[in-house]
């Protein structure tokens, strides 16, 4: 299988060797309501204001930042390039704990209690090797300890995970094409679902289903897809599919939003035709339908998603902004409603992923 798509896993091959030097640090507001923005390339997390959506703090946390899971006021941050997770204590922009990890940590989860990071360990040449075992490491998020790892088959190549049904981690697989079920207490497999498409890159789940979207085979021209799985943990089956846009590079990311509906973020790949296709969207999933109900262009390479009630925060990677798309309407807001033109959040280099200080 070719990992060629713009998650951060995909962006690890760019972005580790080229990292320029964190600016210098501007504190975070210590209190109210706070947007995190993860910028992989420039290894900081800046703050907005989403009120006014006016910059708000700039953290330096080197390392390609990558993932992140917000517990009150602290933030708990995947660094792909350090190999480990961060715990940032936005009240006071310090970092008051750094926990090893496996190699290249580029998806994280929480329980509440145990921190989860798929770990994408790259070899030599950036992308994995078959020689090395695929891990998901865990930490003690109230002592900021490591656990001992979960072991994955191998070839597995972890590329996110979420929490599901039963309890259950569900972690999408890349490299054998599958959807791994693990225990999250004892690390077992408990199933693998094999997946009718190349390589799933996004997971999500509510209580009774999992959801997981695909990219497609490289440079056919092919759509990826919505898989819809029902009867986890016990006995998964796919029992619904959506078809994405065809020459996409992603899905980025994957969000349930309630109901039936979910959102995904989808790029334009390499195989574009001529005249190319663009498609940087976001996309309004109803698995109900099941099909694409709704769309709204975004900027380049569009990645992480974040809700807040009925507004929408998504990454734009490929130019340093972030999008805020009304959920009612499905239109994107300007944030500069003076100037003639669209604009959006200008953040640092590459931002990847979203979180928010209530």
Known sequence: MILRIWTCAGLLALALTSCPSPVGPVNLPAAGKLLLVLNFASGTVGGIDPATFAPAGLVPVGGAPAAIVMDGNLAYIALAGANQIIVLDTTTSGITA?????????????????????????????????????????????????????????????????????????????????????????????????LPDDDPLAVTADATRVFVATAGPVGSGTSGKLLVITGAPAAPVIADTVDLPAHISGPGALLFIGGNKLLTTVSSASDQPAPPVAVNRLLEIDVSVPGITRTVTLGPRPLGILQDGNTIYITNAGDGTVSVVDLVSFTETDVKPATPALDRVAVGAQPVALGLRP
């Open 98 to 194: 750094r926990i090893p990890v496996g190699r290249n940590p580029t998806a994280l989860a929480f329980d509440g209690t145990t921190l989860f990071t798929a770990d994408f360990n790259p070899g030599s040449n950036g992308f994995p090797s078959s020689l090395s075992p695929f891990t998901l490491s865990r930490a003690d998020a109230a002592s900021a300890m490591a656990m001992s790892p979960f072991e994955l088959p191998p070839l597995s190549r972890p590329a996110a995970l979420a929490l599901g049904p039963g309890g259950k981690l569900y972690v999408a697989a890349p490299g054998t094409d599958e959807l791994l079920i693990v225990d999250q207490t004892t690390g077992n497999v408990d199933s693998t679902l094999a």
